[in-house]
């Protein structure tokens, strides 16, 4: 009999305790959405923020430029001839930019041919192409004035840069140092007048040395 | 059953809260692009409106405090803004740094300056150097996939005197450190060399052969938007099954973020 009951109570307790472990995350559950106990320092007044919709604008930039450029350049012992190119730059600061350039000309040895009949070139003109990679620095930024009334933003740039030129089959590394300038005509437009000197080595007359040529070009750029 | 009542509340709030959240999403997708202009209220004393994108060009007009202009275009670091008054002029963006919006909060501008460059992940730069004592240079462009982690893809030639080599290589470059100002760089990566001979040697031919590369350098972060950079890198060149090419190369050079 005594056995029974301690059975029965521990049957009983058994039951209890699991009933009461099936209820806890009930409990839990109605605990952390039942309303929380006011805390003592409880703001009086909630403010109805209503939160605008704030969309960050992109403003447009013009950092980027593209040109067209044509001139003259004079490629050392065998004179001047048309140049024309592609540039394409990105201006990192006010005062420093980047710029690449691919350019091309037509040089030929008639100079020579008058004493040489067979020339210098295998053909009497041969190409001669260019690439660079130059930075350039804004050293003189100012207005110039077209008449009385009207200003137009100028900036007077150096410029020195590394790249390669192709001439006669011969791929030299070519350094290039000049300057230029650049009027504004609107924000987006400009046009530009460049002088620059490309050094490479040549060893066409027999001997390899150093040619400077100098190059003077205009052009039209577009900003974006 | 307060169970039950309980998964069930618990259940439907979250159903709404998911329908409410993608129908805010699709809200916000559908709507059209962001604005190009932006209305701001001066707070410094005055903001100087300059001719032009720079501080070499002359002011031209004065705005007060409290006045409220329009931004409409940026120029490096300029801004051309349009007064209430209609006068439109470059003002730096150090003028602006704590103008307010009408939405009254302060206007940043995180899109030009940003005190921590490894936010800033596009990377263009330029090298000049030395492949097996022939003159170098290199254009290259990487991407941040991480702080440690970067995609770097390399143009280049090599301009030597009897013989010439394009070629374009892929890295995948390490930089524990790149927090610190002076960090070192580890990099390995693949591409194609190509070689061209000058025509003044006789009977040479062009070589195209696959490239592997490895290659160690240091980085040194200059201002807020430019770096220096030096690397030594060891070019293998599979020239054919059974030969291959070593070429060590050093280059320094500049680069910059966008």
Redo the contacts between chains.
């Keep these: 009999m005594h056995t029974r009951k301690l059975a029965l109570t521990t049957r009983f307790a058994t039951g209890f305790i699991a009933c009461l472990a099936s209820?806890a995350?009930?409990i839990a559950?109605?605990q952390s959405?039942a309303p929380e106990q006011k805390a003592p320092n409880e703001q009086v007044i909630t403010p109805e923020v209503d939160r605008?919709d704030?969309?960050?604008?992109?403003?447009?930039?013009?950092?980027f430029e593209i040109g067209v450029f044509a001139g003259t350049y004079s490629t050392q012992n065998f004179g001047a001839s048309a140049v024309a190119g592609l540039r394409a730059g990105?201006?990192?600061?006010?005062?420093i930019f980047?710029e690449g350039v691919l350019a091309q000309t037509k040089v030929s040895d008639e100079d020579f041919r008058q004493v040489l009949p067979s020339g210098i070139f295998t053909t009497p003109r041969q190409k001669l192409s260019y690439y660079n990679?130059s930075?350039g620095y804004?050293i003189?930024?100012?207005?110039t004035f077209i008449g009385a009334k009207r200003?137009k933003?100028t900036?007077l740039y150096l410029i020195a840069g590394?790249?390669?030129t192709r001439f006669?089959?011969?791929?030299?590394?070519t350094f290039n140092i000049g300057m230029g300038n650049r009027l504004?005509l609107t924000?987006r437009a400009a046009l530009q007048i460049d002088l620059r000197d490309h050094i490479f080595s040549l060893?066409l007359l027999g001997k390899r040395k150093n040619t400077q040529n100098l190059e003077l070009t205009g052009g039209f750029t577009y900003?974006f | 059953m307060n169970v039950r009542a309980c998964c069930l509340r618990l259940l439907f709030v979250a159903l709404t809260s998911l329908a409410v959240g993608q129908a805010a999403l699709a809200d916000e997708t559908s709507t059209s692009s962001p604005p190009t202009t932006e209305q701001v209220q001066i707070t410094d004393p005055y903001i100087e409106l300059h001719t032009g994108p720079g501080r070499g060009y002359p002011v031209f007009f004065v705005a007060a405090r409290e006045e409220w202009i329009t931004i409409e275009m940026r120029h490096t670091d300029w801004y051309r803004v349009r007064t209430a008054g209609g006068k439109v002029g470059w003002v730096n963006r150090r003028q602006l740094e704590t103008t307010i919006t009408a939405a009254g909060g302060a206007k940043t501008f995180r899109d030009v300056v940003l005190d921590d460059y490894l936010n800033r992940r596009v990377q263009l730069g330029a090298a000049i150097g030395r492949f097996k004592s022939e003159p170098m240079l290199k254009l290259w462009t990487s991407y941040r996939l991480s702080d440690t982690i970067s995609v770097e893809g390399t143009v280049g030639q090599v301009q030597g005197l009897y013989s010439g080599t394009d070629f374009w290589h892929l890295n995948l470059q390490i930089e524990p450190w790149s927090d610190k100002r002076l960090s070192p760089f580890f990099g390995v990566g693949f591409g194609k060399f190509k070689n061209y001979p000058n025509i003044s040697l006789v009977s040479a031919v062009d070589t195209n052969a696959k490239l592997a590369n490895a290659s160690v350098g240091l980085r040194y972060y200059l201002t807020e938007r430019f770096i220096i950079r030096a690397d030594y890198s060891i070019y293998t060149a599979y020239i054919a099954d059974t030969r291959s090419g070593e070429y060590r190369a050093v280059t320094a050079g500049l680069s910059f973020f966008f």
């Design positions: 209820l995350p009930a559950l109605a959405t605008r704030i969309k960050m604008p992109r403003f447009p930039s013009n950092d990105y201006h990192i600061t006010e005062d980047v990679l930075v804004n003189l930024p100012g207005e200003a933003a900036a590394v790249g390669s006669v089959e011969q791929r030299r590394q504004f924000d060893d900003f």
